[in-house]
């Protein structure tokens, strides 16, 4: 029953991923973004070249393995140059910040290296599996690093209160979703992964499957959101701040 | 499997605070709807004389070195929270001009983005100050270095003023 769902949901994956693909590029978001309209391309791809080697009868496990490792390989560089991508969207606007917050975004990707580096040293894979707790403890590494960035894109915005355009907050949202469900069941299954199959690791890759599709809705459902002018409302300011400010500014001009 | 537990919660918390912070970049709260009415005064001349070397070695030549300590770390407390206030009033006021980086006005579309400028680097000023701040209250006998922090404040009073002046505003308040 769990694998059943699990081959609809990868259905359903791939067919979102190559409708947004298409969407995106009808749409012209590409200009804007196009590391991450690459990355929707290069996930249907993957399930276009993916689900036909899963079920051809001629193809081989190890077949699937390379097409399967190199899919995810260039997904999780192209995932990392999105957030890179965001970043730099995000500063656009604010030429006063673009290279402080780049040396700043900078460290805080060393810093980050350094803690899942020591992560994945003082906690290595413990599975039964060995293939299998490695790639997930790789996997968990990555999300680490993923959940950490996004944590400070949002912390470094908000603390200078930067403009964000609608569809910036959906993709972030939408990578926030596949690090943080990716790194909750990487976590687990590093450490229990079984030699052969069982119900825990289909729950496990059902849950993931999920937060893949779940993300790409989002992205759909944030394409077609409107563009939300950002800022307050047009407001005059106070009027007895106004004053006491130039009593002050004509103070300091007469000194 | 203790650090798998712990890195479970953290996925969930990281994702509930994600979700929680794209929410408010989409919908607009209720701070952000009246920034001005948040704006807090800042004494400037007084933020001065607080981070004055001058004065501090006043104080120092005056005051047995026991007392001076004592009055330097409340000092450095006050100038702190001064820094803090100036920051966040900062913040408020890049609301406001992101508002008016809207309007059809060349004019104060150039003001809103100088004034946008210069709120930025006053925060990120203030991200280097205040660990000073913190360093000096430590160490009150070291003595603390210029902090030019007053002058940026008051560039962004006037871009204020400019802006308040040139900004078409409904009458709200």
Not at chain 1, 26 to 40: E, H, I, Q
Not at chain 1, 61 to 69: E, L, N, S, T, V
Not at chain 1, 120 to 131: C, L, N
């Amino acid at each position: 029953m769990l694998a059943r769902l699990w081959h609809i949901l990868w259905f359903v994956q791939a067919g979102l991923y190559l409708a947004l693909s298409l969407t995106l590029f009808t749409r012209d978001a590409n200009r804007n973004f196009p590391v991450f309209t690459f990355y929707v391309s290069w996930m249907a791809l993957e399930g276009v070249v993916l689900i036909p080697i899963y079920y051809a009868p001629f193809t081989t496990g190890d077949q699937y393995a390379i097409a399967f490792a190199t899919g995810i390989a260039g997904a999780t560089v192209l995932r990392f140059a999105i957030i890179y991508e965001i970043f730099t969207r995000l500063l656009n606007p604010y030429p006063a910040l673009r290279d402080a917050g780049v040396s700043v975004f900078r460290w805080a990707t060393v810093a980050l290296l350094v803690i899942v580096i020591a992560l994945a040293w003082f906690v290595p894979a413990a599975g039964a599996s060995r293939v299998m707790s490695v790639f997930f403890l790789l996997q968990r590494t990555v999300d680490v690093l993923l959940c950490g960035l996004l944590l400070f894109l949002f912390a470094f915005s908000g603390y200078f209160h930067l403009s964000w355009r609608s569809y910036l907050v959906g993709i972030s949202l939408g990578l926030g979703v596949l690090a943080t469900v990716g790194l909750a069941t990487a976590s687990i299954r590093a450490q229990i992964e079984p030699l052969t199959r069982n119900q825990t690791a289909d729950i496990m890759e059902l849950i993931n499957q999920s937060a893949y599709t779940f993300s790409a809705l989002i992205w759909i459902a944030y394409l077609f959101l409107p563009e939300r002018p950002r800022g307050a409302t047009p407001t005059r300011l106070p009027k007895h701040d106004l004053e006491t400010w130039n009593q002050e500014l004509q103070r300091f001009l007469h000194q | 499997m203790t650090i798998s537990i712990i890195l479970v919660i953290f996925a969930v918390f990281t994702l509930l605070w994600l979700i929680r912070r794209a929410k408010g970049q989409y919908l607009t709260t209720k701070l952000e709807d009246h920034p001005a009415r948040q704006i807090r005064l800042v004494d400037v001349e007084a933020f001065r004389n607080l981070v004055d070397p001058a004065e501090e070695e006043y104080l120092r030549i005056q005051l047995p070195p026991a007392v001076f300590r004592k009055i330097q770390r409340r000092r450095l407390r006050a100038a702190i929270d001064y820094v803090s206030c100036a920051a966040r009033n900062a913040a408020l006021l890049l609301n406001i001009a992101e508002a008016a980086r809207r309007s059809s006005d060349p004019a104060t579309v150039a003001t809103a983005e100088r004034l946008i400028d210069n709120a930025i680097r006053l925060r990120l000023y203030a991200l280097r100050v205040i660990p000073r701040l913190y360093i000096a209250m430590l160490l009150p006998m070291r003595g603390l270095t210029a902090v030019p922090f007053a002058d940026r404040y008051e560039q962004v009073a006037r871009q204020v003023i400019l802006l308040g002046i040139r900004f078409p505003a409904s009458p709200k308040f």
